[in-house]
């Protein structure tokens, strides 16, 4: 019984730290959060999800008015002291919402843990590594050769994998795996309730939404035509019809239609959708386009409709004998071909990029005048300087500046341009400031050189703007910028609903990390450990019935007398069977229980470690129903196969104690049937 | 003396043999396992080879101070240099200010940079006069900016001068990069408390990551041991049941313990041996047949690859698990009395 109890802990442990093993990817994820990476990578420390999922996701909480948090997290690997280490880049106020909670948590250090070069550390990592916080780390690139080093401010217990990692901010483990500064690794997303996320992500009725909201052109003359197309795209299991509606909206809020029309889209897929319409009142409109249903959407954008023009764009000021471009550029920024610009008594035409030379070659003040069929004109005055008027300093002025796009998405930058001119015959540099918003606003500094009576356009760009309007400010002049959600206009992120939709853990493909970088499958993975599994079932079975055979073996000329007084094999059978199950089977339990709690110590003590994570064994109820199983048909077979060894004792050779008869195991179950 | 005849109950020590060849082939499958993907990682780590350490020394509250000397003696040619973290006034901010001589040319890109000015790279503070505070203050000059690809972006530079006297270490480092390391080096620097860390943080990851699959499979030792342990003891402990008239007899004959003891214990060993060798020779099979029967199946597989030091160890292992499982009945036959022995019925041949 002490044998076969044993044999059943040496299966159950190893059994349950195979099933660690074959987990052991998921140590990537830490906790049973959905994590969302990005379809194509191989693995899921390669992805690259787009940072502005994290915002679409945020947006899509009230859009489908569903609780739900998300966090972005990003992947390096580091080794210190000759233990290796998962380095995971987390926002920690949105990590604080969604990845799980921490047990335990100190903080010992004046500085913050929001501070650049702030750490967190694991508990089993400081164990690991043999460090007392603070700490100063120092940190290596995951990729390509990079120095960074880590101020360890704290540290922390989860419970999770996670306390086998050193936390770092987002842009640190960014910097040390290369990652774009617009990239994140995975998207960790929690829910109170994770249908609702499963429901919201992969419905089995269709559903629908639009996407690649797109307009021709923001600025359009009046009863010109624009087009505009968009995506439709059924998430849902099924196929089905929806509505989609075009209309305007002027600034008085009044809503005028432009076409209805219903669409027909098959599940899981997109149609493109495309219609040209044009208005006939000037000023600024909104364009929509919406789509019914379960969750209806609206998109909108701005179109202007104008009396149609033509603009200037060139310099204000010139030096006297100085050949200079100007370009005349249509209403929406067009270059026009063929427009008239008149400038001191001479006239020009503009070539097929709308520009034209001009030579400035008496001083004074001069207007310069275009003009174009069917449109209006524009008339700008220059200026034209003598190089000797200036003074002997350096004297930098910007005498323009204008943003690329007056509308940008979430998390898209934007490119200011400024029009420089140092009017002093001393070069040299200065501080360019660059105010985005006032009262609270952000004030930008770029060190810009210039020399002597040097004209320069000079480009630097905005980033990370909170969706609305910027006023974006450069001494004098001023530009605005809208900048737009993400939400539902970005075709990723609706791949992203219809890729990821139904799981509540991490999706197969992605849960393989390290194997699928070393060009595993997670299938031979899989059959690999369930092989060794087998074989381990197969080998608590033989050592079963090796030590049943012995006992029987050692019994054999006990139960020779009793096939001599009469007993017949399936007395044997009977006799010895229960005997056998019943050792077995308590042999079984105790080994079972025993084998758990080792399993359990194995996976607390920290022996198994997998790429830098302790192995974690989840005990979920399928696993613990199949170590039962097992456990249990391992002893009841062995049991079974050893009575059958001793029925096959013959009466005379077991009374002689001589070798066994040559009977094969057929011939014996017939012999005890037909006893 | 004749020997004991072994191997007499045939079909028995043939299960039991082809048993321990079944537990030596688990030991040699999955030894393969851990092999096969020591060899894709280390197809994958060469991807990322790196000729670049960072050695730094490990002190109570992380990155210690050293002198130029102290590592002079492993490798001369160093780039070497101080990185601290200090208060950055006005922004009243904490920032990583760190200073690089690279007399040598080490690093990848020239980054040396001697004046008592401050550099910066993608920070946004503005060029002018700066307050760093660290273990002094110094008031000093943001002068220009820097570009590199191994110190990160949000960093400044400054002379070696500036640091030593933001830490008050004058004289000494507490970083240097070094170009390829030798085994003996790196023994020599960890010898010496340094920490030498290879500048590609992946190619060590990796290597770790095989050596804990490596730790972690060799349990599967434990249960395959247990188990030959397990079939040598009932297979000798028949045998001593089937054979302790003979043996009693053997005993009055004069064998003395010892002879007994290992007579039986040489049983073991031929039984173990054998499945051993069985075992192996089904292993190293089993192995490549899985290999090229997955390559059919999945369209990325890992070939197994069967190490000869290992299997020496799992014919070792074998053989001593056999032993050792029948030392117990061995011992319990060689104390036994041998009148108590012949009263034992011996089989009529």
């Not at chain 1, 009230?62 to 992947?75: G, I, L, N, T, Y």
């Not at chain 1, 919201?200 to 269709?206: N, Q, R, T, V, Y």
């Not at chain 1, 789509?291 to 959407?297: A, I, K, L, N, T």
């Not at chain 2, 492993?74 to 101080?82: C, P």
């Amino acid at each position: 019984m002490v044998v076969v109890a044993l044999a059943i802990v040496v299966f159950t442990a190893t059994a349950a730290v195979l099933s660690g093993l074959q987990n052991g990817a998921k140590a990537f994820s830490g906790d049973p959060a959905l994590v969302i990476s990005s379809e194509g990578a191989p693995t899921i420390f390669s992805s690259r999800v787009d940072n502005g999922m994290v915002l679409a996701l945020d947006s899509a909480m009230e859009q489908f008015d569903a609780e739900f948090e998300v966090s972005p997290e990003v992947f390096a690997f580091c080794s210190y002291d000759d233990e290796s280490f998962v380095v995971r880049g987390v926002n920690y106020t949105k990590f604080g919402l969604v990845g799980p909670s921490f047990e335990e948590f100190e903080f010992i250090s004046n500085s913050s843990i929001y501070d650049r070069s702030s750490a967190m550390i694991g508990s089993r990592l400081m164990g690991r590594l043999g460090l007392d916080v603070p700490y100063s780390l120092p940190l290596v690139g995951s990729y390509s050769n990079k120095v960074d080093f880590v101020n360890i401010v704290g540290w922390f217990e989860t419970g999770t994998t996670m306390d086998d990692e050193l936390f770092v901010n987002l842009d640190r483990a960014r910097y040390l795996s290369g990652m774009p500064s617009d990239k994140i690794s995975i998207i960790r997303v929690s829910a109170d309730d994770p249908d609702i996320v499963s429901d919201i992500l992969s419905p089995e009725d269709a559903r629908f939404t639009i996407f690649g909201f797109h307009v021709s052109k923001s600025i359009v003359s009046v009863n010109e035509i624009f087009t505009v197309a968009l995506e439709v795209r059924n998430w849902g299991g099924t196929s089905g019809e929806v509505d989609v509606s075009f209309g305007l909206r002027d600034t008085s809020g009044d809503n005028v239609s432009l076409e209805n029309i219903t669409v027909l889209v098959n599940a899981s897929s997109s149609i493109s959708v495309t219609r040209q319409f044009s208005h006939n009142s000037v000023g600024a409109q909104t364009l929509l386009a919406s789509v019914g249903g379960e969750f209806p959407v609206t998109l909108e954008t701005g179109i202007e409709v104008v009396e149609p023009y033509i603009r200037y764009w060139g310099p204000s000021l010139v030096m006297i004998n100085e050949t200079f471009n100007v370009t005349v550029l249509r209403y929406d920024g067009v270059p026009v071909d063929g427009a008239t610009v008149t400038f001191m008594n001479g006239s020009y035409t503009t070539d097929a990029e709308g520009r034209t030379s001009l030579t400035a070659d008496t001083l004074g003040n001069y207007s310069v005048v275009g003009t174009a069929v069917g449109m209006d004109g524009f008339n700008v005055s220059i200026e034209i300087a003598d190089p000797l008027w200036f003074p002997d300093s350096f004297l930098p002025v910007i005498t323009g500046f204008q943003l690329s796009s007056d509308a940008v998405k979430e998390s898209d930058s934007v490119k200011g341009i400024v029009q420089l001119m140092n009017v002093g015959i001393v070069g040299g540099s200065f501080d360019l400031a660059v105010y985005v918003d006032f009262l609270p606003g952000v004030v930008y500094l770029y060190n810009v050189t210039l020399n002597p009576l040097e004209s320069i356009q000079f480009t630097f760009t905005l980033e990370d703007m909170s969706v609305g309007t910027h006023y974006v400010n450069v001494d004098m002049f001023s530009d605005e910028v809208v900048v737009e959600p993400w939400y539902a206009d970005e075709p990723d992120f609706v791949e992203l609903f219809v890729r990821y939709g139904g799981t509540t853990e991490l999706s197969d493909p992605a849960s393989i990390p390290l194997y699928q970088a070393a060009k595993l499958s997670q299938g031979n993975v899989e059959l690999a450990l369930f092989s060794i599994g087998t074989i381990a079932a197969v080998l608590a079975g033989l050592a079963i019935i090796a030590v049943f055979s012995k006992e029987i073996h050692e019994g054999r000329r006990r139960l020779g007398i009793l096939k001599t007084i009469g007993a017949g094999r399936r007395d044997v059978l009977m006799l010895v069977s229960p005997q056998a199950i019943v050792r077995g089977l308590i042999g079984a339990s105790a080994g079972l229980a025993i084998g758990l709690a080792a399993a359990e110590w194995f996976s607390r003590s920290g022996i198994f470690m997998l790429f830098g994570h302790e192995l974690a064994i989840e005990w979920s109820r399928g696993l613990f129903v199949l170590i039962l199983a097992s456990a249990a048909v391992i002893s009841l077979l062995s049991a079974l196969v050893s009575a059958l060894i001793a029925v096959r004792e013959s009466t005379i050779s077991a009374i002689r104690n001589l070798p066994d008869e040559d009977v094969s195991p057929r011939q014996d179950l017939q012999s005890i049937g037909d006893d | 003396m004749r020997q004991l005849p072994l191997l007499k109950f045939g079909t028995r020590a043939k299960s039991t043999s082809l048993g321990i060849a079944l537990c030596t082939m688990f030991i040699v499958a999955s030894f393969s396992i851990v092999n096969g993907l020591e060899t894709s990682m280390d197809r994958l780590s060469a991807t990322f080879e790196s000729d670049y350490f960072l050695i730094t020394k490990p002190g109570d509250a992380g990155m210690s101070y050293f002198e130029e000397d102290e590592l002079s003696e492993v490798r001369e040619q160093l780039a070497l240099g101080v990185v601290t973290s200090v208060l950055i006034l006005p922004y009243d901010e904490l920032v990583t200010v760190f200073s690089v001589v690279d007399t040598y040319g080490i690093l990848p890109a020239p980054i040396d940079h001697s004046t008592d000015v401050v550099l910066k790279s993608q920070l946004g503070y503005s060029l002018g006069d700066i307050t760093l505070v660290g273990e002094s203050t110094l008031n000093l000059t943001l002068n220009g900016t820097y570009s590199s690809t191994v110190f990160p972006s949000d960093w400044l530079l400054t002379s070696q001068n500036v640091t030593w006297a933001l830490t008050t270490q004058a004289g000494t480092y507490n970083y240097a990069i070094s170009e390829s390391l030798d085994d003996a080096e790196l023994a020599s620097l960890e010898e010496m408390g340094f920490s030498a860390q290879s500048m590609v943080g992946i190619v060590e990851f990796l290597e770790s990551g095989v050596d804990e699959i490596r730790s972690d499979m060799s349990w599967v030792l434990l249960p395959s041991a247990f188990v030959i342990a397990v079939l040598a003891y009932s297979f000798i402990g028949a045998e001593v049941s089937d054979r302790r008239h003979e043996i009693g007899i053997l005993k009055t004959l004069g064998a003395g313990r010892f002879r007994v003891m290992s007579y039986l214990l040489g049983d073991a060993l031929v039984i173990s041996a054998w499945g051993g060798v069985l075992g192996i020779a089904l292993g190293i099979v089993l192995s490549y047949a899985i290999s090229t029967s997955a390559s059919a199946v999945f369209t990325s597989v890992f070939v197994m690859r069967v190490d000869e030091t290992l299997v020496v160890l799992a014919f070792i292992a074998t053989v001593f698990a056999g032993v050792l499982g029948a030392l117990l009945p061995a011992m319990k036959m060689t104390l036994s009395s041998p009148v108590e022995d012949l009263k034992e019925v011996g089989p009529s041949t």
